[in-house]
């Protein structure tokens, strides 16, 4: 009696996957205001994400996300309601000081066949230290794993200080969600 196994690896059902099952879309935005923190709220505005609570990630990608790069206002999914939490890996800088650079940036990699892959977010005072940076960690995390990534992408906002506070962010954006209905109520003693 022959017993044929109808298993296969987890690679080879990754690979199966065609669709992806998250779109990560990465936004910018530049603010300016009275003070950094209102500036942060401009950039914000701008990026498309200010309404929310934002929940900061580390910076894994999950298999099967694919990550989609749209300048201004999120594009591909609806914005969600007021207050809702907002999942992101994020990089912003705030300079108040005249004819200072603020530079935010995302890089990341990702296996192409599986999707898997890895954010790194910095924040400087030139691009070129910005993308010095991102690319000198994403080697380093890519090297401390056996995942096959491809070649690194970033995406990289920069602004100079003018006079009144300014900010520069870059945000990966998961998914939003409520606070209700989602959870059990905990209850402290």
């Known amino acids: ?3 044929h196994s109808t298993r296969r690896s987890v690679r080879e ?3 199966q996957q065609l669709e992806p099952n998250l779109v990560i879309e990465i936004v910018g935005g530049i603010g300016f205001g009275p003070t950094k923190l209102a500036a942060f709220d401009a950039a914000l505005r701008n990026a498309g994400i200010a309404n929310f609570n934002l929940i900061h990630l580390s910076s894994v990608i999950p298999a099967q996300s694919e990550v989609l790069v749209t300048d201004g206002a999120r594009a591909t999914r609806p914005p969600g309601a ?8 994020s990089a912003d800088i705030r300079v108040d ?7 935010a940036g995302l890089g990341w990699v990702q ?7 890895l954010f790194c977010e910095h924040t400087g005072h030139t691009e070129r230290e910005v993308r010095r940076d991102i690319l000198a960690t994403l080697s380093s995390l890519s090297a401390g794993r056996t995942e096959t990534f491809g070649a690194p992408q ?4 920069t602004t100079v200080c003018a006079g009144e506070p300014t900010c520069a962010l870059v945000a990966a ?5 409520p606070w209700s209905g ?3 109520e905990i209850r402290l003693p």
Do not use: S
């Open 111 to 117: 296996d192409e066949e599986t999707g898997k892959g």
């Open 1 to 3: 009696m022959t017993i």
């Open 182 to 184: 989602t959870e059990q």
């Open 13 to 15: 059902d990754e690979r």
């Open 173 to 177: 954006v998961f998914e939003a969600e």
């Open 82 to 89: 007021w207050g809702d939490r907002l999942y992101v890996v």
């Open 154 to 157: 970033m995406h990289v906002q």
């Open 97 to 103: 000081t005249r004819y200072e650079e603020a530079v």
